[in-house]
Structure formats: structure tokens, C-alpha cells
């Protein structure tokens, strides 16, 4: 089993900063993809961004220059580093990991982080 936790939202004015951070724990071997969502109030849950256990990385348009996710090879950790940040960012961001190996086929969520975004 993989249990995720993030940490790091908060309320911040826009074009602020923050720096999202997913750890899990587990065998860092068995986890590949990971990725961070967002869900806002009476939106459907999107993707932001992706990075895979080689660094393969893509975003969405809509963070494109803005957002940077990167992961700790030595164990289970996505982070999301938010810049120039707008109401529209405001949402709760959760990360997600797709297991491989002894846990393929799995998929793995943390409970999310708020992050809000006003002045």
C-alpha cells in the first residue's frame, strides 16, 4: 500500500507563490506516474500536471511557464511550484500515483491541499 500526504497550500494574493508537496510512503519502486490535480467548487476534477519515474513531464495548457512539478528519485515525493498564481488557481490540489511492478494497475490519492488564491 501507498499512502500519499500533502502539505503546503494556503492562502495566498495574487501573483504569489507556493510550493505544493506530495510524500508518501511505501517502496519507492513499485510507484511510477505521479501527477497533481485540482478540483474547484462545481468543476470537474482536472490534471495539471505529470511526471513519470524517468522525469518525463507535461503540463496543462492553462500552467504552462507558471507551475514547475518535480520528484525526489530517493522517495516517494512530487512537488508542485506555483508562480504568478490567480484567483482561477484557487481549487484543492491533490496528487495521484499510479503503482507499477508488485503494484500495477494500481492508483493511489492523497486527500488534497487547499489552495486559495485572493487579495
Known amino acids: 500500500q501507498v499512502q500519499l500526504v500533502e502539505s503546503g497550500g494556503g492562502l495566498v494574493q495574487p501573483g504569489g507563490t507556493l510550493t505544493l508537496a506530495c510524500e508518501g510512503s511505501?517502496?519507492?519502486?513499485?510507484?511510477?506516474?505521479m501527477r497533481w490535480y485540482r478540483q474547484s467548487p462545481g468543476n470537474q476534477r482536472e490534471l495539471v500536471a505529470s511526471?513519470?519515474?524517468?522525469?518525463?513531464?507535461n503540463y496543462a495548457d492553462f500552467v504552462k511557464g507558471r507551475f514547475t512539478i518535480s520528484r525526489d528519485n530517493t522517495k516517494i515525493a512530487v512537488y508542485l511550484r506555483m508562480h504568478n498564481l490567480t484567483p482561477e488557481d484557487t481549487a484543492v490540489y491533490s496528487c495521484?500515483?499510479?503503482?507499477?511492478?508488485?503494484?500495477?494497475?494500481?492508483?493511489?490519492w492523497g486527500r488534497g491541499t487547499q489552495v486559495t488564491v485572493s487579495s
Open positions: 511505501g517502496n519507492l519502486f513499485t510507484i511510477g506516474v
Open positions: 511526471i513519470t519515474d524517468a522525469g518525463s513531464i
Open positions: 495521484n500515483a499510479e503503482g507499477q511492478r508488485a503494484l500495477r494497475g494500481r492508483s493511489f
